[in-house]
Structures are given as C-alpha cells and as structure tokens.
C-alpha cells in the first residue's frame, strides 16, 4: 500500500528514519544509555545491512513481485540465517533435526502461499524480483550475525533503534541525488507507511533484535514462518480474505516445524548484552 503512494528510495529513507528518531528520542528522555564509539559504528554498520540492504531489497523486489509470493520467497531467509551462522568461526553447528524443521515450516509457507504461484504466470520480473530478495536475505542474514556477535554495554533495543536511523540516513544521499516518480499523497499511503513506522518497525523490528539477542539462531530466524501466519490472519480479520481449510492446515504445519526447531536448538550462551544494563535505563 505505501508503495502506492512513495517511491521506494523516499519510502525506507521516511518509514526508518522516523522510527528510528522517535525511539532514539524516547530513549533519551528516559535516560537510556545511548551507545558511543565502536558500539555505534557497529550498530550503524550491521543497520545498513539489515535494514538498508535487507528491507530495502523487499521494497524494490514488491515492484515485480507480488506481496504474497514475496512472502513465500522470504520464508527461505531462516537457511540464510543458520548457514552463515554454522560458517563463521565459533558459529552454532547445523543439526538435522533443525534443518528438518526448517523444511517443514517452508512446505507450511508454501501451502500457505500457494493460489499466488498458479494465479501468476512465470516471467522476467519474477526472476528479478527473487534475486533481489536473496541479496536483501544475505544482508539481514550476515548484518544480524554481525550484531549479535558483538559484545556491547547496550541494550538491543536502543541498538535496533540506532540500526533504524542508521538505515535510513544511508539513503538520504539517494533521495536527494536521483529523481522519482513525485509522491502520490492518499490516506491509504499515509497510513501504511504509518503502519510500517509503528509496528513495522518499532514494535516488529525492536522485537526481532531483542529476540537475536537472547534466542539460538536458529529459533530466531524463523519469524517469516509466524509473520506467514501474522499476514494471512490480518488479511482475513480486516480484508475478509479467504481463511479455510487448507490455510489452517498449512498454519498447523508452519507450527510444528517452529516447535521441531525449538525443540532441537541448544540453549543459548549468556546474553551478549553486558548484564550490568538490566533492564535497561528506560524501564525507570
């Protein structure tokens, strides 16, 4: 829906730079510990990935394709995230049992999604459109890895936030320097960038980094198989889009491929967040 109104560049500078403010600012306010240094340039670093390189690929890829089977192609994301996290050094190793996990929560998306992959004939943008996203895939996956690695004073939720700001500043040169298509003012765009703000991002993205950073990775990066389940269940709560049988059995499935990896990821190692931050400051 915001795509209809706000060219894409304008789109993830506007939606992350305004969450990331309003937080940041929040977060001040509240006496929150604010990160300096090494901290920020990371958290800055892994935001461009994540966010920039990672979301941004989603936008530019709802161009071609559309948001149903961008979701489907999305729910390949969590072999990214366990991939690359087995390659580096010190990674968590793969297990078969989560790997078969995984595959049952890809065959519940699939079910899921499947009208979108015969109501849409196969041509070039398709093939665009998934190459774009597995780029966007590679970046949350190795900016993520990146974070969480990283051993930091502050809590993840004023990093998300810093990572947000950080994300869309980086495309602010862009905006300025090339020109698109002028921006179609509707209330249907206003408030779906407005959506994306607050729960996109601040609510949605503040809960994933929270999340990375107290979750096996493994567990962590299947949320495109519960965001699946978020999207089709809003569809038919607000748009009274077809919900029967076949979405409640692939809901089922989707579940017990997330309870298959839960049950088989190790526990995680202590928080990478320096425990001294607690609570953090923001929760006076």
Not at 51 to 67: K, M, R, T, Y
Not at 87 to 113: D, K
Not at 153 to 161: L, S
Not at 232 to 242: H, K, M, N, P, Q
Request: glycine share 10%.
């Amino acid at each position: 829906m915001s795509l209809e109104s706000f060219p894409p560049l304008l789109l993830i500078c506007a939606r992350f730079v305004m969450s990331g403010s309003l937080m940041l600012t929040a977060i001040a306010l509240r006496g929150g510990k604010l990160p300096r240094g090494r901290d920020l340039r990371t958290a800055c670093f892994s935001g461009v990935l994540v966010l920039g390189i990672g979301n941004g690929a989603l936008v530019f890829a709802e161009q071609w394709v559309p948001s149903g089977l961008a979701c489907l192609m999305i729910t390949i994301s969590p072999f990214w995230m366990v991939g690359v996290e087995a390659l580096l050094p010190g990674g968590e190793r793969l297990h078969l049992p989560t790997i078969l996990g995984m595959l049952v929560g890809l065959c519940g998306a699939a079910l899921l999604f499947a009208p979108d992959m015969h109501t849409h004939t196969f041509h070039a943008g398709l093939v665009s459109g998934f190459l774009v996203l597995q780029l966007g895939m590679a970046g949350w996956a190795f900016g993520s890895i990146y974070q969480r690695r990283q051993v930091t004073g502050t809590h993840p939720m004023v990093i998300g936030a810093v990572q947000q700001l950080a994300a869309g500043l980086s495309f602010l040169p862009l905006v300025l320097l090339i020109h698109e298509h002028p921006v179609h003012w509707s209330p249907r765009g206003v408030l779906a960038i407005l959506y994306l703000v607050m729960f996109g991002s601040i609510v949605g993205y503040s809960a994933y980094i929270f999340a990375l950073d107290r979750l096996p990775v493994a567990i962590a990066s299947i949320y495109p198989y519960v965001n699946s389940v978020v999207a089709v269940t809003l569809g038919w709560l607000f748009y009274r889009e077809a919900f029967g049988a076949r979405e409640a059995v692939a809901m089922a499935i989707i579940f017990a491929g997330v309870a298959l990896v839960k049950r088989y990821s190790h526990v995680p190692a202590p928080a990478r967040v320096s425990q001294a931050a607690g609570s953090m400051a923001v929760d006076r």
